[in-house]
């Protein structure tokens, strides 16, 4: 079972009680039971003025990408924490997500220029291992902290979590792109305070604006703003326009191997930038191919947007308590 027009073609299935790949070459089949296999996933690319889209397997589709071809990636993985995405729930045993982890890392490693820069996202929990880990293959310049508002009450009996963690890292500390004049924001002190540094002479005004710290307020996606996506983890385009700014030029391939709401492509492309994104549910290809404007065999209303509210993802508690009923493991491994 192939689509027509996929770049090369492998299928991960799923036996009852078991994970396995079923390998094959271009127009090779196997033989296998529908009622002992499940298929998962095929292949396919999209492309179009300097932006293609993979549906795709992270890592299988990263191990197609030519090395040193990329210039800045920012990678928001699942966090494996039960949350539903399409209808895969991202929980599998640590040490198994850590190895997945692993491959991808290295792949990202592997494709990144020599100057380029690599932003990673992950959970409290996870960052502290996978910061030890990259730190072995990257220089890391930036723990940036992502802080954002609450809605409501994140816990009861500790104080819960109200930031993401972002690490900024680099192949080469010595030759990397960070564009300082394009991400400037207001300094306070001397654009609010009107201060004057007396340590200056003659005295001057504090400057208006500075380079923003590691510390990143933005608001996360609500519901009734107009970029909204049908997706339970999008980051604000905001935060995506900072990173694209400061780390990448005119024309620069910025790569997303979790496409998820695409608005890293979007960004990209609205940047002046070109773009690779890597998604696995059909689902989030039809919101990339529709917010990165790439043609497909999709009718236009498959493609059209309609929000729905993200209420099927539960609350933390109820997420750990169902999982541990839960008998497949589901994350891209």
């Not at 994104?277 to 689902?283: A, D, F, K």
């Given at each position: ?40 996933l ?17 890592v ?7 090395t ?36 991808w ?5 592997r ?37 954002y ?6 816990a ?54 500075k ?7 933005f ?16 980051k ?12 990448s ?33 059909e ?19 498959e493609?059209?947007?309609?929000k ?26």
């Amino acid at each position: 079972m192939t689509l027509a027009g996929e770049k090369f073609a492998y299928t991960r299935v799923e036996e009852i009680g078991k994970i396995g790949y079923l390998n094959r070459g271009a127009g090779g089949s196997h033989a296998m039971s529908l009622k002992k296999w499940r298929l998962l996933l095929v292949t396919k690319e999209y492309s179009a003025d300097g932006h293609t889209i993979y549906h795709g397997e992270a890592v299988e589709v990263l191990k197609t990408i030519e090395t040193g071809s990329v210039d800045l990636i920012f990678a928001d993985p699942p966090y494996n924490i039960g949350k539903d995405f399409d209808g895969i729930h991202d929980r599998v045993e640590e040490e198994e997500y850590f190895a997945w982890c692993w491959q991808w890392i290295d792949e990202c490693h592997r494709i990144l220029k020599p100057n380029g820069t690599f932003y990673l996202m992950n959970s409290t929990q996870n960052m502290p291992r996978i910061d030890l880990y990259c730190r072995e293959k990257f220089e890391i310049l930036s723990r940036i902290v992502w802080v954002y508002d609450s809605s409501g009450m994140q816990a009861r009996k500790f104080f819960g979590s109200l930031y993401e963690p972002i690490l900024h890292m680099v192949k080469n500390p010595k030759a990397y792109t960070f564009n300082a004049d394009d991400i400037l924001v207001e300094a306070k002190t001397g654009a609010k305070r009107g201060l004057i540094d007396y340590r200056k002479d003659p005295p001057q005004p504090y400057n208006t604006t500075k380079v923003p710290g590691n510390v990143w307020e933005f608001a996360r996606v609500r519901f009734k703003m107009d970029e909204y996506e049908n997706h339970p983890s999008q980051k604000p385009e905001a935060l995506l326009e900072r990173v694209i700014r400061a780390s990448s030029n005119l024309g620069d391939v910025v790569l997303d191997p979790f496409g998820g709401s695409f608005s890293t492509g979007a960004v990209a492309k609205r940047l002046g930038r070109r773009s690779i994104s890597i998604e696995r549910s059909e689902t989030y290809i039809k919101i990339g191919l529709r917010r990165i404007g790439i043609p497909s065999d999709y009718a236009p209303e498959e493609l059209a947007k309609q929000k729905v509210r993200k209420t099927q993802n539960l609350s933390k508690k109820q997420r750990t308590k169902d999982l541990i009923e839960q008998p497949v493991l589901q994350l891209e491994l």
